[in-house]
């Protein structure tokens, strides 16, 4: 989506924010359709679509249905039904639809299944969901991006500094116990770059983003008269910062080799974000997408100073999303899906 | 429930559905109660029932609650509730109540579970919950019937060739990699012979439809003036159908024997639905009541046609039980279970 | 809550179900929050909200989130979210929250897990959820308590009996095949001692109920004006009593060391309700919150008599829930954790 319409539907959520003078959807219906479990996403989504009087269909696809991605497949394994027959059938019972598919995401402390990244990274279901569907789609969180995160961000970090366009926005990697998706960090990567911010990027070694969402952000940054540097000194890389992200997420060198992943992450606990690391910003804010480690990714006293930001950050996501919603309804032939 | 009721929820679904005028129930609640996995049901009800501005609760049965159907049980076993008290306590909460219970329903690949097909047919849930509930109830699809879905079919089916009366409907048995329940198939005979259609059941030898479920479509069909045929040589059957639907059930024959079933449907892989048998009928519309395997269900090619109307019926599930909902809700005292 | 309190919202939902003139809570939003599966519950609380044309959110926590509750906690172990973010977040999406979070409850035949009882009576989720809440909290089931049950009994005991000053409450344990939680008969024994009744505990040896529970309900009946009686003889209990109520609980002398409460427990199967010892009372009414294990717990022909009010009672959890919710609307620094 080009900078112009982020920026409408960005306009549109604070001025939803300041004054509750939302636009009346009764009778339109939001389906969400979930493959991990949420508890921000989902709450988020339901509650902004029902304050604009709209009605939502929540279902977990978790363990009960396999889709079919692949034309001219005989389908005698394992999928119950082809993509084909699914989006088109949501789309009649729908207006808009929600979609989060997340193969990274686990609940127990490690992965253990090796998918191969070049694959993952294709977000099959979501770009078929999006092929066929015939109502707009919104990516909730797939293998690549989750732009609603992104976008609540920017809404936070706009509602705080005002003008962004080359403020120094810093990303950087932090400690968990987990390796996480990409999926995140890479939509807080490229947005701020639409955003013609001058962006930071500080990892460890070890920790790239993804070649296609580099290469994006770039040309992003490049329209938009933003920068984009990429660090591996988290001291330096915070001095002069107005705004402070911090993400966790695994090692795309290691991936797949999850024993050796969470042998090489675990050399670095040293890059929790901590009050004393702050103090050589800018006096930024500091926004993180949540759930949170505390005291392994960010400490305490960050975490509960004034210029923590991560509960407005939060509630954003439900008023980018209503103005999302609103955004496409009026435009259906569009989605968001990074 | 008699021809001349039926007919009235589908003129008024068709009006529903031409004119998007709907009756309004603000403040009435459409409990939904699923003891299997569902995606069409689950989200044609609740799109279906906020369309009209009810509310719906859905409540997910599976793993979490055994009820008690016997009368002067004592209950220290595994049922935690008898169907006497929920069935009351529901109605209390509801307007209207919805029940999905079939237990022929697996996600697995095949079926290892036993039960007894004498058993199983009187289906005890649904009847039970019929006889206490206070206020009406549809049976989402039971182990004997799945009313809502011939609904829809015949809904379609007056659609696209207007008075269905001695048009030619053929119901033909095609294959499956799992044995698949018998309720849809038993309602896709009984509804059109209902409504005076020309039946023709077509399937492989060992996949007989439930003898009550024959007796009362030929006590129906006598009465409306259609007629029914039995068949099993599908090309010959196929021959001036004006509508063509596809189903696969397991075998009666096998039923229990799940090994021996397995063995004996896989004989029959060539009874899949493709363009060429398709080109002997009268110009006939598809139907499907989906999921659908691709490619050993039906070909790409019928699906994919001009003629193949699946993802209209799908879409009139919604409508033809929003009609449903309607209609009971104004006869309080009825319910809709087969 | 103080006794003047409870009777407001005890009144007001009288009034809701007699006149069915509720209050508009258009854009409102009810957050519900379910550790544990919950039948009567969800669907009350769902019914109820919706009825007053409010939301509600339903998460089910079960399996997919772990809060973390201890401050300064460096969290590298299996919890995921601090209870600070989620409470303030979830907060931020709603207006009035629901948890239940009953660490006892299990769906399996018996107990498998030793918890300390001292730990569990902490109710650590609740209570940090309550503390970081800057929205109200409504315990829908707790280790210690679940007073909207109690407040639903209230409501139909007073619709039933008029005025509840010093009439005669039996709070009796019945025989279950499995070890139940004791938060239902702590707030059973709690909110009539508030309400002035004369409450007779009678119970087995080896059940007793906790005595913070014991300590609280002495001081709320001196001060209402009530009396407080121990027993252990269920014949003399019942003699001349207004209202009994049933309820299962586990052995907190046998607490943790399942295998020896089980037997302990199983010494009591006569102490089930009959007919028979119903006849000694001043035409009681007959309560018990659900579910129940008909011939187990009680008789068939207790449960169907007229003087059975089980069903009322169950419905009324919806009209005093919808109550309790409209008060704490209006009073937004208030909870009902007890």
């Not at 112009?4 to 339109?28: C, H, M, R, V, W």
């Not at 939502?56 to 001219?72: D, I």
């Amino acid at each position: 989506m080009p900078l112009s319409e982020l920026q409408k539907i960005i306009d549109s959520a604070l001025f939803y924010k300041q004054t509750n003078s939302l636009p009346d959807y009764e009778g339109k219906i939001l389906t969400l359709l979930f493959a991990n479990p949420s508890l921000r996403t989902l709450l988020s989504f339901e509650s902004g679509m029902k304050k604009m009087r709209g009605s939502v269909n929540t279902l977990q696809l978790a363990g009960s249905w396999q889709f079919e991605y692949k034309n001219g497949a005989v389908m005698n394994g394992g999928t119950q039904e082809h993509i084909k027959e699914a989006a088109q059938v949501i789309s009649r019972y729908s207006d808009v639809i929600g979609l989060r598919n997340s193969q990274l995401i686990t609940t127990t402390q490690t992965h253990n299944e090796a998918f191969e990244w070049d694959y993952l990274k294709k977000d099959e279901a979501l770009t078929q969901l999006a092929h066929y569907a015939t109502k707009p789609i919104i990516n909730m969180e797939s293998n690549m991006y989750h732009p609603c995160q992104s976008l609540a961000d920017m809404m936070t970090i706009q509602d705080e500094l005002g003008e962004v366009k080359k403020k120094k926005y810093v990303l950087t990697w932090v400690p968990h116990v987990k390796a996480l998706p990409l999926a995140t960090p890479h939509s807080q990567f490229l947005t701020p770059s639409i955003f013609g911010m001058d962006v930071t990027l500080v990892a460890p070694d070890g920790f790239p983003l993804d070649e296609d969402v580099i290469k994006l952000a770039e040309e992003k940054s490049s329209e938009s008269g933003g920068s984009i540097t990429f660090a591996n000194n988290q001291r330096e890389a915070l001095k002069g910062a107005d705004v402070v992200v911090a993400k966790s997420w695994a090692s795309l060198d290691f991936f797949g080799d999850w024993d050796a992943e969470n042998k090489h992450r675990n050399r670095f606990s040293d890059w929790m974000i901590d009050e004393e690391k702050m103090k050589s910003t800018n006096e930024a804010i500091f926004l993180h997408c949540l759930p949170l480690r505390r005291n392994v990714e960010v400490s305490d006293a960050v975490l509960d100073s004034s210029y923590s930001k991560i509960i407005d950050e939060a509630e954003n996501r439900m008023w980018a999303q209503m103005s999302l919603i609103s955004y496409l309804l009026n435009k259906s032939n569009e989605n968001l899906t990074r």
